[in-house]
């Protein structure tokens, strides 16, 4: 059995792939098997890969299966201590991967960890996806060390103490292999967005800690998916982020979370529409709040599931401030000055 499997999963990357593979397996050809998951690509990514990176090992899909299931179906094909979940748009650097090992392997409580994410269009910046770790608000909105909605910090090096946070970024993600079986891995419901999000709170629901180790650190494009704005990747947030709260928080907090995540989200969509003008993501927000509503009932079982199997009554990572009342009311932008 490997000690670590890197793992990129990738549809129609090849440009990705050629830019950023050759320091991955630089940095990291020492310590871990590089391994690159092609979600049915119609590009020249495995050309490429077949000619430039010979030593990089590949599990070809039969279709695009996205984000979530992609990476069910290819590291249910390898066997590794650890799983490092690696988007093809991520820079690394050198020593990237030893302290988050390290780390992990001295800490049998922690089931996940990410590095610092940083930009890659502004290297003294965080990056959106991830910052120095993430957390979330009562209401359910995420957010991080270094990044609050739309406010990215510049990276000062104010959050490179290790820290236990909710939940790690996707884009880095390096996950015990025995307890991303034993959580069932990715929600493969979700295709995409909030997935990660999902499967580190059942992680920590059950006991398990997730932290961010900045020792490590990574520089991220983003975007590449889905662009921002895309009404697809806001259907997809508000679809998968309310299903994951339904999922996921304790009975006592579900009907007054939910009530209010009813009101907060078509004040939203309103909002979009008439001071943004968007009327796509108008449209997305109404979608997503219809789809739930109509696939709930499928999640029923996971739900009562994942509460009989609840070890972590009341989990310090979720805060029970509201953000959007501490962001534009309070003008609270930076995670420091949020409440303890």
């Known amino acids: 059995m490997e000690k670590v499997a890197i793992v990129i999963l990738n549809w129609n990357g090849a440009k990705m792939l050629e830019q950023y593979l050759p320091g991955v397996l630089q940095y990291s050809r020492d310590e871990a098997t590089v391994y690159v998951a092609d979600n049915a690509s ?74 610092k994410l940083l930009s890659v269009f502004n290297k003294d910046s965080f990056e959106y996806a991830g910052a120095s770790g993430g957390y979330l608000d009562r209401f359910g909105y995420p957010f991080c060390r270094g990044r609050i909605f739309d406010t990215v910090e510049r990276d000062n090096g104010q959050y490179n103490n290790v820290a236990n946070v909710l939940w790690a970024t996707g884009a880095a993600l390096l996950v015990r292999a025995r307890i991303y079986n034993k959580v069932g891995g990715l929600d493969a419901r979700f295709f995409a967005h909030n997935e990660e999000i999902d499967m580190c709170w059942r992680m920590r629901i059950i006991g398990y800690k997730v932290v961010c180790v900045p020792d490590s650190q990574v520089y991220h494009v983003g975007g590449g998916t889905l662009p921002k704005g895309n009404p697809m990747k806001t259907y997809l947030n508000f679809r998968n982020n309310l299903t994951m709260l339904y999922k996921c928080l304790p009975d006592s907090e579900l009907r007054c979370v939910m009530s209010w995540r009813w009101f907060l989200d078509y004040l939203a969509a309103w909002q ?54 501490q962001y534009y009311v309070k003008g609270r932008k930076l995670f420091s000055s949020l409440p303890r």
């Open 272 to 325: 979009t529409l008439i001071l943004n003008r968007n009327v796509g993501d108008f449209k997305a927000i109404y979608r997503a709040r219809r789809d739930f509503k109509r696939w709930k009932k499928d999640f029923a079982a996971d739900r009562k599931a994942i509460q009989e199997s609840r070890v972590e009554k009341q989990i310090p990572e979720q805060r029970m401030f509201a953000l959007l009342w």
């Open 42 to 115: 119609t590009d020249n990514s495995m050309q490429l890969l077949r000619e430039r990176f010979p030593e990089v090992k590949t599990i070809v899909l039969d279709k695009n299966w996205g984000f979530a299931e992609g990476y069910n179906k290819a590291l249910a094909q390898i066997e590794a201590e650890y799983y490092l979940l690696l988007n093809s748009d991520i820079e690394v650097t050198h020593h990237w991967l030893t302290p988050m090992i390290e780390y992990m392997d001295a800490h049998e409580e922690v089931a996940a960890c990410q590095p």
